[in-house]
Nanobody, 124 residues
């Protein structure tokens, strides 16, 4: 089992920045690909970003590319999502997830463990 706890969400004005953190406990953190997903009210959960086991490879949804950056610190068992130039459309609950796999995936079904989510609200 892997337990994931997100933090860092909140209310920010459009154009502002937030950094989300996701702390993992349980199994060996470096054995997992990590992903970020989000779900806005009335919409399906969507992929945001993913990072491979050693942090050397990342992938982003087109909607956040160039504005969001994900990174990880395996010594701290933590993955981060730096969000810049935030827009009202970024308002959602953000979830981190862990996948016991070698390859980055954009599919939520590939992820085995999920955090409880953290709310991000961007005011326009």
């Amino acid at each position: 089992q892997v337990q994931l706890v997100e933090s860092g969400g909140g209310l920010v004005q459009a154009g502002g920045s937030l950094r989300l953190s996701c702390a993992a406990s349980g199994r060996t953190f470096s054995n997992y690909v990590m992903g970020w997903f989000r779900q806005a009210p009335g919409k399906e959960r969507e992929f945001v970003a993913s990072i491979n086991r050693n942090g050397g490879n990342t992938y982003y949804a087109d909607s956040v590319k160039g504005r969001f950056t994900t990174s990880r610190d395996n010594a701290k068992n933590t993955v981060y999502l730096q969000m810049n130039s935030l827009k009202a459309d970024d308002t959602a609950i953000y979830y981190c997830a862990a996948a016991n796999t070698f390859l980055i995936s954009t599919r939520s079904s590939a992820y085995d463990y999920w955090g409880q989510g953290t709310q991000v609200t961007v005011s326009s």
